[in-house]
């Protein structure tokens, strides 16, 4: 017998009926607001050129790493989901691929993965039966079939998604062309970049050099002299600025920053520059570069993500077949308190700068960055993130973060996310789980219910349009 | 319209309605017990000089951390509050400086300080209509006004909250003249003080010379010598003893302890008293005089209280401008396996010891703290601490500490605060919240009904009364 | 009046009603299912020679460390209570011994063993008044009575608790004995052994010399020489396997791992048993000895359990006066992104191992050991140990992993005990708890209940037999 599939319309609401009751009429409130998308993955292409959307697999399923990374913990070979390794993506039968997923879609009993993809499924999709091995290949034809419909293109689901402004992510070594391009349509959609600089802020990076050749090339800036070098993040700031920027964002394996005499920088740099790095040389520069962007955010008014915490690509021999960004990066202890002081002793109490900060440890929650975040002007907490962007991960932000920083030193949900059609199913778990907690305090005498509805709505709309300076 | 003010009466209680019955019920027993508050931080001259408090902000505003932490994080200036820098306190206009803060009293939902407040305005003042823009002036009145009754003088308020013990805490270069003044008094009140040797052991205090000297002037003992030095920390004690102290308190930034041969721990000492302190000797001093402080514990009964973890003055700029105390500490991760050891091997077995830890580190919860407490006859655990001190933190303490260390290795609640009128608002709040944990248990079929009474009852009042040696 | 003591059937349940009915429907399916017990620590000799137990006291009471460590910590002495120390077990009393445990029962309040204790109370002797101080000799005579019986026998138990299989845990130099003797009798229960190399592997245990003396003689090859331990170990392995076993056990106090060249790990061994061993090698040799038994794993399918964290026999006085396991090991931090990082780096990728990781460090369930788990396909996660086997201990540890890690990366429960008569309590717990969770996401519609159902199945009993390859 096939399972139906059909969204709970009360899904994460606490199940006590008074809670339940109070967490719908917040709920309410927030359901249909626009959605505001400060920080994300997805490709500016698909919004510059408007093609429809290629297939399933493409689509769905290989680009997603929690899916395949869950996928292959149990045993599945990647090269059969069509994950690309270092020879490109794999010569494969696409509906198999599908069969693959569908049949091991149990998987994800308990995960978001299974939040999100019946979200569209049901959703964007229009699916009434469960994804399993019955109907895997009703799945991926009708799939298939509405992709290449005009009402499936990037451009009509981005408005039929309801979103007011939506943030990808590019390096210093891109040309931003995508987003001229978007400019020059006259489409009214708003897609706007973010400045990240970690292909030339991170020595370690495979890519490097690479990226620092481009750099020079688009600025003309004499990038291996110090002062031409920070003269050259200036100038793409001014482009990403250009093409909508209003935040830079940092990938960092730790929190740690500095705040070197000019003198000290200069030469930490040349010894990088000149093959002479010594030991730490490398995470003391990307900890120099926080607070050197920590400057000129003041400059120039751009946001400044701090994104810390990931052992990239733990997964030696599975980097080496397959590359970067694989499904293989794990979270490790990340130490805010000490870290931050560099930066901070300089610019901590600069109102004017607002710096989000995010982790995956989930233990500096109450021990270290409410306490910071709820003393430092210019500090402000970003949502649970990857791994904790989930259900229990956002409650336990919420119920950690709350009592020390209120919810006023957050700034409402990221969606993250280069899986574009899971955009409104992830702010919509996020609104409800908001919700959830505020009806929690609300039922237990701890917040009257106007105000509980007015950070409601702050949470989902007004908080990150502040924070990220997008009005 | 005007925002009513009113005290939920099942605030905290879980919503469930079994739940819920069975936490009033326990609640019922416990409601009206007498306040043992054996660590804070209240002003002993409030009570030996019983005048009355000045007015809203010099009470209610300017000294409370946990406030103005918030509003500065927000942007608000120090100065507009009425909080003093190096130069002492600001000249501002206290209406002023109180409507700023009820405009923002927004930025409080959900936190314990509006928990507090509330409570403190409802029941100590009287509000019925809750603090906003609308009403700062009327709140401002009516406390001065209130304030300046003699119901509202400190002895009379004492009194009418039912505090059966309240100890203030002080250092040794303290003359403990306000505690005398108490006693001549005739005053039945129950004020008692609490040996904090910091100043005098933690070599990194600005003040440590300064105290140094007071102690030495103070006791008559060559302080600069280790034995001397060691007389004088027994000759304060039982200083403070006759000043109805039952234990003393060390805030130090870490749990370290160390247990030196004599001869060594001399040498330590001279070379700090020297000048000649090598990097590590301050931490080592710290560390060595737990050890010492536990050693004249095991003489003279006195109950030994840590309190470690906190990275004071995080923000340096404003120390330089406030000074200490503003706002600005912050936690850190804290090791109490191996930090204690020395002591432990030294002391641990002691029954006739009574040592009570506490923690900014929710991490240690279950990893450590509790399978300490529930091994060492010496160990107990102190209640949640400071950011900790909240009904999510005492909640997740519960949880974390209950079934490896049970209820019996608890000490019961401390307020450990300065603002005198929130005492009863947050003994009561730690009351609700045990009763709702201990509710959740008996809901659940995991403890008799009876027995969760009997627990509320000893964690209100029999466990902090026995723990602290105030019978 | 006496208590009276009766199990309430929806125990462990949330109290809301809906999820209160889904719990129990889910609970249904799985309450009589086999018990899997695939690791703990009885002792084989009890099914070996199938004697009855000696007596209360020597059965449920001087050796479960859960319940005379509370008492110790809270003045009650070891001997008094019968637990042995250096110099054998004390001669006491048993009568009076049971009494202090029954005047100390409260002691217990909210905590795992007390639910344990009741169910055994209740289920396995059939008390009906609960245990106290009037009731400690009606206890401590009809539990003498029945352990007489030859329905108490080890067997009789074993069969009326429904276990399929249980697991012990026997080192390298012991000779197996019991469990041929277990087999020779043609009794149909399945006792299995599980090798657990420490006492061979970890250089600082006091016992290693010994150990190793056994290792050679059991097994006629030089232990001495690299190629030879190795060999040993081989050999033991296989003796293992004859006597039933599937897996291997590592109790480990941190989850280092090396992956040394091959000369480099037999220099490491050679400074080892020559005595020339350099500070460090002891845990460099416990980390390459990890991944040895990796490498063993692939060649005899054996599967791994790391049990890693503990900081055994914290209380030195107590190790010199009473021995090993007396109820002082303490958890601490324990980092495994990096540790595991050289073994994973080597055999992370194959899908024919299964590594079982346990951790004592909660922090690591969300940042490191789901994101671990839910990549590699070596990787598994054993349930919540040892201190967190308790019903907060495992929710923590489902809210914590399933988002990440899926239900299917876990293994379901291990009960790790010596306490036999609790085994089917402790089973009990575990399946409530797993429902109890179940239920939740059910009621707050991220589950349908026939997926839950079918989760709670194979919890209780499918992935434990799977992970353990007992079929």
Not at 227 to 251: M, P, S
Not at 391 to 399: L, N, S
């Amino acid at each position: 017998m096939t399972k139906l599939l059909s969204l709970n319309p009360d899904r994460l609401f606490p199940a006590e009926a008074t809670t339940r009751a109070i967490a719908r009429r917040l709920y309410e409130e927030v359901r249909a607001l626009p959605i505001i998308s400060p920080h994300g993955h997805t490709d500016p292409s698909w919004f510059a050129d408007d093609a429809p959307f290629t297939d399933a697999v493409d689509l769905l399923l290989a680009p997603d790493h929690y899916l395949y990374r869950m996928l292959y913990s149990q045993g599945v070979d990647l090269a059969d989901l069509g994950v690309p390794d270092r020879n490109g993506a794999p010569n494969i039968d696409r509906r198999k691929a599908w069969r693959i997923f569908a049949r091991n879609f149990r998987l994800f009993r308990g995960t978001p993965s299974s939040l999100w993809l019946n979200h569209v499924f049901a959703e964007v999709f229009g699916f009434d039966v469960a994804l399993e091995e019955t109907t895997s290949d009703l799945y991926y034809d009708r799939i298939n079939e509405m992709l290449a419909r005009a009402d499936f293109k990037p451009r009509a689901l981005f408005e039929r998604f309801n979103i007011e402004v939506l943030a990808t992510t590019e390096g210093p070594a891109d040309t931003l062309e995508h987003h001229a391009k978007i400019r020059a349509s006259g489409w009214s959609g708003r897609v706007i970049t973010t400045y990240r600089p970690d292909p030339v802020v991170d020595v370690e990076h495979e890519a490097f050099g690479e990226a620092m050749q481009i750099f020079a090339a688009l600025t003309g800036q004499d990038v291996l002299d110090w002062r031409g070098y920070l003269a050259a993040h200036r100038q793409r700031r001014a482009d990403f600025r250009a093409a909508g920027a209003t935040a830079t964002d940092h990938g960092h394996p730790t929190a740690r920053t500095l705040d070197l005499a000019p003198v000290q920088a200069e030469a930490l740099f040349r010894r990088i520059m000149t093959g002479k790095a010594e030991p730490g040389d490398a995470e003391a520069f990307r900890a120099q570069m926080l607070t050197e962007m920590a400057r000129m955010s003041l400059e120039d008014g751009m946001v400044m993500q701090i994104h810390a915490g990931s052992s990239r690509n733990h997964n030696r021999p599975l980097l080496k077949s397959h590359g970067r960004d694989k499904g293989a990066d794990i979270p490790q202890a990340t130490e805010y308190v000490n870290g931050l002081r560099p930066l901070l002793d300089r610019f901590g109490n600069e109102k004017a700068l607002n710096i989000i900060l995010f982790t995956l440890d989930e233990t500096v929650y109450s021990r270290e960055l409410a306490p910071l975040a709820g003393h430092y002007p210019s500090l402000k907490l970003g949502p649970a993130w990857w791994f904790h962007d989930s259900p229990e991960g956002m409650m336990r932000f919420r119920e950690q973060t709350t009592e020390t920083a209120g919810f006023y030193n957050t700034v409402g949900f990221n969606d993250d996310t280069r899986a574009f059609l899971s955009i409104p199913a992830r702010h919509d778990v996020a609104r409800r789980v908001d919700c959830a907690f505020l009806a929690r305090l609300v039922a237990e005498g701890r917040l009257d219910e106007d105000d509980a509805a007015q950070v409601a709505g702050d949470l989902a709309y007004a908080l990150p349009k502040a924070a990220y300076r997008l009005s």
